[in-house]
């Protein structure tokens, strides 16, 4: 007898360059849930009944992308510790009361991306983010958890970045600063703008990388992104890109639905494939 799947969506608006749904059917296939995954484009306005109408109609849980993170922060009536500090919410689900849970699941992609799929560790490194947006701000928290012996954010307006560094201070040490005057040496350096997506790259000293330090960008492409070749030509030996990220961070919302995790290391692999 055939279970009858139960019905998982991502919201967003453009919605079409969603890889949700090819991801998290791998995730089905391989670990035999039976689930159905769909990309729902939804209208600027509608965004608080459209999860509403979803979860009448038996929906089972939500992921959210833009523009909608922190309407779907706000519509949330319970939030996991690391969605209250980021300000964001990326997964949806209701409890057995009915209650609207939200989390972010971005920052336990990257460290599990970095500490797993990568084999290295973040406990007692220097680190720097680049960058005092909405990407960074959802991944601290994880980070901080790691224990690293310190976190420098840089941004191009410092004040951001120091703003970050206030909010979450009691979680570790950080410190904030502008682009140029992160000098170095760090022993993992994350790069948490979008400038990779322009083909631009944050202006560092060139003193922040050595050939020990790890360099990750956040972005992905089917090349080297701009900033990793940056790195490298700064003698970076070690760099990854976010595409490892992108594929934790939905495993890490299944395992919120299903309380089952995925073997991601070959699907990031297939998926990989669909850059190319």
């Known amino acids: 007898m055939t279970v009858p799947a139960d019905q998982y969506a991502v ?8 890889k949700s749904p090819i991801i998290h059917t791998l995730f089905a296939a391989r670990t035999g849930e039976a689930i159905r995954y769909e990309a729902e484009l939804v209208e600027l306005w509608d965004f608080k009944d459209a999860v509403a109408r979803f979860f009448e109609n038996k929906g089972r849980g939500l992921n959210i992308t833009v523009p909608f993170k922190q309407e779907a922060w706000e519509l949330a009536s319970q939030l996991t510790e690391r969605a209250r500090l980021s300000g964001a919410v990326n997964t949806l689900w209701q409890d057995d009361n009915g209650e609207l849970w939200g989390d972010t699941t971005d920052g336990v992609g990257l460290v599990r991306d970095i500490t797993v799929n990568h084999q290295s560790t973040i406990a007692g490194k220097n680190v720097l983010v680049l960058g005092a947006g909405g990407a960074v701000r959802g991944v601290l928290e994880p980070l901080l958890a790691e224990k690293p012996a310190q976190v420098v954010i840089a941004n191009r307006t410092v004040s951001r970045a120091d703003e970050l560094a206030k909010l979450f201070a009691d979680y570790g040490k950080l410190t904030a600063c502008g682009f140029t005057e992160a000098e170095g040496p760090f ?3 994350i790069n948490g703008t979008s400038a990779s997506l ?13 050939p020990d330090t790890i360099v990750y960008d ?5 090349t080297d992104t701009a900033f990793i070749q940056w790195a490298k030509d700064q003698g970076a030996v070690h760099t990854m890109d976010g595409l490892g990220m992108l594929v934790e961070q939905a495993a ?22 669909y850059l190319l």
């Open 187 to 189: 022993d993992l350096v």
């Open 218 to 222: 956040m972005m992905y492409g089917a």
């Open 198 to 210: 322009q083909g631009e790259c944050p202006p560092l000293p060139p003193s922040a990388i050595t």
């Open 252 to 273: 890490e919302s299944f395992f919120i639905w299903r309380g089952v995790r995925p073997d991601t290391q070959e699907i990031v692999e297939e998926i990989r494939q």
């Open 11 to 18: 919201m967003g608006n453009p919605i079409e360059h969603s």
